[in-house]
T-cell receptor, first 114, second 109 residues
Framework: KAGVTQTPRYLIKTRGQQVTLSCSPI?????VSWYQQTPGQGLQFLFE???????NKGNFPGRFSGRQFSNSRSEMNVSTLELGDSALYLC?????????????FGDGTRLSIL | QKEVEQDPGPLSVPEGAIVSLNCTYS??????FMWYRQYSRKGPELLMY????GNKEDGRFTAQVDKSSKYISLFIRDSQPSDSATYLC?????????FGQGTRLTINP
């Protein structure tokens, strides 16, 4: 069974640009969550989508947005990039029907802002 | 105060040693507890998952939860160089995982 797939693996952007990251969940998983990982803050929750609806949101500015498609694939968008947005962005999927179902992570997209 | 506290290390031990990794949490409503392992340039990999107080064993790994003390532990027996990684505790809140800072572990041959 294929795992969570994130594309691209690496991205270099400049301040002010916008970026879109993609995540394909494990087959059958309907919940997709996004996390930001930095050395200083660790792993922080961005948002979670289930059946194309945002179900939960972390404490990030509105420049960070996402969406989920009918096939459960998800995209995350960051607009007006700032130097502090440099991070590893991780996507995790789960069945999503119950809160006790564990999340499985992809290998992330490493975003560097110049 | 962070919801989940974890000593970031680094922790360095000789091959074959027993490793103990620990986290504390503040919200008694948390019910599900996980340990993830993350190798360099990879995403976190689910190692252990438990929801009740007590011990859960899987091979060389044992997860321990003490809800009365809000304390979770991961023990690694007969540690191997391939166990060198960052270990993250994670606690399931409402539709999101709250992570500890992660402990960087090195097993020296």
């Amino acid at each position: 069974k294929a795992g969570v797939t994130q594309t691209p693996r690496y991205l270099i952007k400049t301040r002010g640009q916008q970026v879109t990251l993609s995540c394909s969940p494990i087959s059958g998983h309907r919940s997709v969550s996004w996390y930001q990982q930095t050395p200083g803050q660790g792993l922080q929750f961005l948002f979670e989508y289930f059946s194309e609806t945002q179900r939960n949101k972390g404490n990030f500015p509105g420049r960070f947005s996402g969406r989920q498609f009918s096939n459960s694939r998800s995209e995350m968008n960051v607009s007006t990039l700032e130097l502090g947005d440099s991070a590893l962005y991780l996507c995790a999927s789960s069945l999503g029907d119950r809160v006790d179902q564990p999340q499985h992570f992809g290998d992330g997209t490493r975003l560097s802002i110049l | 105060q962070k919801e989940v506290e974890q000593d970031p290390g680094p922790l360095s031990v000789p091959e074959g040693a027993i490793v103990s990794l620990n986290c504390t949490y503040s919200n008694s409503a948390f019910q599900y507890f996980m340990w993830y392992r993350q190798y360099s340039r990879k995403g976190p990999e689910l190692l252990m998952y438990t929801y009740s107080s007590g011990n859960k064993e899987d091979g060389r790994f044992t997860a321990q939860v003490d809800k009365s003390s809000k304390y979770i532990s991961l023990f690694i027996r007969d540690s191997q160089p391939s166990d060198s990684a960052t270990y993250l505790c994670a606690i399931q809140g409402a539709q999101k995982l709250v992570f500890g800072q992660g402990t960087r572990l090195t097993i020296n041959p």
